[in-house]
T-cell receptor
Framework: DTAVSQTPKYLVTQMGNDKSIKCEQNLGHDTMYWYKQDSKKFLKIMFSYNNKELIINETVPNRFSPKSPDKAHLNLHINSLELGDSAVYFC???????????FGEGSRLTVL | GDSVTQMEGPVTLSEEAFLTINCTYTATGYPSLFWYVQYPGEGLQLLLKATKADDKGSNKGFEATYRKETTSFHLEKGSVQVSDSAVYFCALSHRDDKIIFGKGTRLHILP
């Protein structure tokens, strides 16, 4: 069983479109995250949720909207995609903030 | 604010060479320190961690010691293998707070 799974693994889309990435964890963790990794492998935290409540929002454009229907799921919706949104987006979870992170395999978004 | 600085890559070594990847940090108090590894096409996974000064984390032949006096957490391995080729991230966190990552160091091991 995959601990943190995210779908889709690849997205290729045109500028201006809207897309969503879904994430699910079966580890029973309370905290989930979205990270963005650019082409140079730099990893930047975007959002963190604890038990469905948003606790970290790191200066991300409001075109990005996370949603956590329950503590096992954290989805990311992106409106009006731009070229600069091309990256790999990772979902992660942890028992609580500051403890070991468990990452999904990533979703590679390419905006043309 | 807190930050992590690690050596620029890529680092290229021959198989069985000794590896050191330097990591220093700036933080208040006593953060926990981590090394994560990212193999090609995969997400990051925890390699080792240390939660207090002088602790040594170890896993898969890799080691790192939490040095409060030099604010460092250098990653070492005595004899690297081709399968160790990956990107390595140093990171820190405080309890109940986000984890802060360094920029990553790409490691290439030549057979």
């Amino acid at each position: 069983d995959t601990a943190v799974s995210q779908t889709p693994k690849y997205l290729v889309t045109q500028m201006g479109n809207d897309k969503s990435i879904k994430c699910e964890q079966n580890l029973g963790h309370d905290t989930m995250y979205w990270y963005k990794q650019d082409s140079k492998k730099f990893l930047k935290i975007m959002f963190s949720y604890n038990n469905k409540e948003l606790i970290i929002n790191e200066t991300v454009p409001n075109r990005f909207s996370p949603k956590s229907p329950d503590k096992a799921h954290l989805n990311l919706h992106i409106n009006s995609l731009e070229l600069g949104d091309s990256a790999v987006y990772f979902c992660a979870s942890s028992q609580r903030g500051g403890t070991e992170l468990f990452f999904g395999e990533g979703s590679r978004l390419t905006v043309l | 604010g807190d930050s992590v600085t690690q050596m620029e890559g890529p680092v290229t070594l021959s198989e069985e060479a000794f590896l050191t990847i330097n990591c220093t940090y700036t933080a208040t108090g006593y953060p926990s320190l981590f090394w994560y590894v990212q193999y090609p096409g995969e997400g990051l996974q925890l390699l080792l961690k240390a939660t207090k000064a002088d602790d040594k984390g170890s896993n898969k032949g890799f080691e790192a010691t939490y040095r409060k006096e030099t604010t460092s957490f250098h990653l070492e391995k005595g004899s690297v293998q081709v399968s160790d080729s990956a990107v390595y991230f140093c990171a820190l966190s405080h309890r109940d707070d986000k984890i802060i990552f360094g920029k990553g160091t790409r490691l290439h091991i030549l057979p």
